[in-house]
C-alpha cells in the first residue's frame, strides 16, 4: 500500500463542450463506450495502491454521486481510508482557469489534517491517461523532493490543443522553470508538458494552504512556480497517453484516438486496469444486416444497421438502414430506420427518427443534447 493519499479536482466545468458539460462537470462527461473521464485519474490512484482519495466536486456533483456510489467498484469501500466527497469553492468565472484552486483546499484541509502519510498524489478530473505512481513515488522519496511534477515530452504537434505548463529541467531533474499557459505549438516539439499530476509533501502542502489561502483562488502550479528557489521540486516522466479534455474538439478527438490499437494498449490492455461502474447488460445483438468497421461498441445494444469509425455506448439501438460514421453515440440513443450521422456526437438518450440526416465536420462535430427528440 503507497504511503500516500490522492485528491482529485473532478469540478472543472467547461463552456466549450456544447452542452456536454451543461449539467455535469467535465469529470463526469461519458467517455469511450462505458466509462467516465473521472475514471482514469481514479483507476491510476487505486492502482498505484492509494485507498484514500477524496474527490473535488462542483455545486452540480449529483452525476458524479450517482456515478461513484460509496466507491465499491473501485475498491474503495473500506472502513479504514475509502472514498471522499470533497465540497468544491463555487468559483464563478474567475475560478474557471483554476486547475488546483488553493481555496478548494483550504475547505477540505480537515481530509488532508486526518491521515498521517507522508505524500498527497493531485490530479486533475478532465485527462484521459493510466499511470502507475508508483515509481513517481519512489523518485519523489530518492530525491528527497518537496514536489514531483509528472511530465511527458512532447512528440507530436497537435497531440493536445491545451495550453499548458513547460517545464525546464536540469540534468538531475530539478525543475528550473515554470511555463504556466505555453500555447503547444510546433516549436515545442521536445519540450516537458507538466500533465497536471503532481505529487507533493502533505505537511508542506498544508502550510501553503495556510499561506496562501487568504490570497483568493491562486492556482498551487503559481505558487510553485513563485517558489522554486525555495523549495526541492523534481520532475517525473510518463510515457503513457495522456489527453485533456476542455474543447468538444479535445473531446471528440481524443475518444476517436481510441480507435487506435496502440492508444488502446496504453489505456486498457496493460497491467493496470481502468475500473468503472459495473452494469451487467446481455450481449450486443448484430442482426444479418449489420456492418461494423473499425469501432467500438459496447454491451447491451441491438445494431442492424451500419457502423463505421465510431464508438457506441450501451443500449444503444440503430435500426436497419442506419449508417452511424465518424460519431459518438452515448446509451441508451435510439436511432430509427434510414437516418444517418456523421461527425456527430449524441448525448444519452436521444431519439432520432427515420430519415434524417446529422452531420457536422472534424474540426466542429454536431451536438445534440442529452434526451433530444430529432
Not at 145 to 166: F, M
Not at 202 to 228: F, V
Not at 267 to 278: A, E, M, P
Not at 312 to 337: D, L, T, W
Amino acid at each position: 500500500m503507497s504511503n500516500a493519499i490522492g485528491i482529485i479536482f473532478a469540478n472543472s466545468e467547461s463552456d466549450n463542450l456544447q452542452g456536454l458539460a451543461l449539467e455535469r462537470p467535465i469529470a463526469a462527461v461519458p467517455f469511450g463506450g462505458r466509462y467516465r473521464i473521472l475514471d482514469f485519474a481514479l483507476s491510476s490512484m487505486v492502482n498505484s495502491g492509494i485507498r484514500t482519495i477524496g474527490i473535488v466536486t462542483p455545486h452540480q456533483y449529483r452525476p458524479l454521486l450517482d456515478h461513484l456510489g460509496a466507491g465499491k467498484d473501485w475498491f474503495l469501500e473500506r472502513k479504514d481510508g475509502g472514498l471522499f466527497i470533497l465540497p468544491g469553492v463555487m468559483h464563478g468565472l474567475a475560478g474557471k482557469n483554476h486547475t488546483f484552486c488553493i481555496k478548494d483546499l483550504k475547505n477540505n484541509l480537515e481530509y488532508l489534517e486526518k491521515d498521517f502519510v507522508e505524500n498527497v498524489v493531485i490530479s486533475s478530473g478532465d485527462q484521459i491517461f493510466n499511470i502507475n505512481f508508483k515509481d513517481a513515488l519512489e523518485f519523489h522519496k530518492d530525491k528527497h523532493a518537496d514536489v514531483t511534477l509528472i511530465y511527458k515530452v512532447i512528440t507530436e504537434a497537435g497531440a493536445d490543443s491545451n495550453s499548458a505548463a513547460l517545464l525546464e529541467l536540469d540534468e538531475n531533474h530539478k525543475v528550473c522553470n515554470i511555463k504556466e499557459n505555453s500555447p503547444l505549438q510546433e516549436d515545442g516539439l521536445g519540450h516537458s508538458r507538466f500533465v497536471n499530476i503532481l505529487l507533493i509533501r502533505r505537511e508542506l502542502l498544508m502550510n501553503i494552504i495556510e499561506n496562501y489561502s487568504s490570497y483568493g483562488c491562486l492556482d498551487l502550479i503559481t505558487i510553485l512556480a513563485a517558489n522554486l528557489e525555495v523549495l526541492k521540486i523534481y520532475g517525473s516522466p510518463t510515457r503513457s497517453f495522456v489527453g485533456t479534455i476542455r474543447t468538444i474538439k479535445d473531446y471528440f478527438d481524443r475518444t476517436m484516438d481510441l480507435l487506435d490499437l496502440n492508444v488502446r494498449e496504453q489505456l486498457w490492455l496493460g497491467v493496470d486496469r481502468t475500473h468503472t461502474k459495473v452494469v451487467d447488460n446481455p450481449p450486443t445483438k448484430y442482426t444479418s444486416r449489420a456492418k461494423i468497421n473499425n469501432s467500438l461498441i459496447a454491451s447491451g445494444c441491438s445494431i442492424a444497421g451500419e457502423v463505421i469509425n465510431s464508438i457506441v455506448f450501451r443500449g444503444v439501438k440503430i435500426e436497419e438502414g442506419c449508417r452511424i460514421q465518424n460519431s459518438i453515440i452515448m446509451p441508451k440513443c435510439y436511432i430509427h430506420a434510414n437516418a444517418q450521422t456523421n461527425y456527430a456526437i449524441l448525448d444519452k438518450s436521444v431519439i432520432v427518427h427515420g430519415e434524417n440526416v446529422l452531420k457536422g465536420n472534424p474540426n466542429q462535430p454536431l451536438v445534440v443534447l442529452k434526451k433530444a427528440v430529432i
